[in-house]
């Protein structure tokens, strides 16, 4: 399975924007889907997941600022994201973990990576 993120882009302060991540092939089933993101010199954070049963998972630093949802019929993975801050500059990263194809094979996959930059 292989993901495709995009919406990145540069906003001011207090500003929203949308990711959305794709994924190919035929997921059976899913673990957990969700968003990371690594700002420069720091490492890489769990931003927001949906697990098994439709239970969504936030960081402290984003809730109620942050929205995930997801796309079932399309395989498509969202993140709203509002109130934005300069603290939430980083690149984000989708990650959808499940079961695909024909013989359920199990897969972990990581989207390329979107750029945020929040600036005035």
């Known amino acids: 399975v292989q993901l495709q993120a995009c919406g990145g882009g540069l906003v001011q302060p207090g500003g929203s924007l949308r990711l959305s991540c794709a994924a190919s092939?035929?997921?059976?089933?899913?673990?957990?889907v969700g968003w990371h993101r690594q700002a420069p010199g720091k490492q890489r954070e769990l931003v927001t997941q949906i697990v098994s049963g439709g239970i969504t998972h936030y960081a402290d630093a984003v809730k109620g600022r942050f929205t995930i949802s997801r796309d079932n019929n399309e395989n498509i993975v969202y993140l709203q994201m509002s109130s934005l801050q300069p603290e939430d500059t980083a690149v984000y990263f989708c990650?959808?973990?499940?079961?695909?194809?024909?013989?359920?094979?199990?897969?972990?996959?990581w989207g390329q990576g979107t750029q945020i930059t929040v600036s005035s």
């Open positions: 092939g035929s997921i059976r089933s899913t673990n957990y």
């Open positions: 990650n959808w973990s499940g079961y695909s194809g024909r013989f359920r094979s199990f897969f972990d996959s």
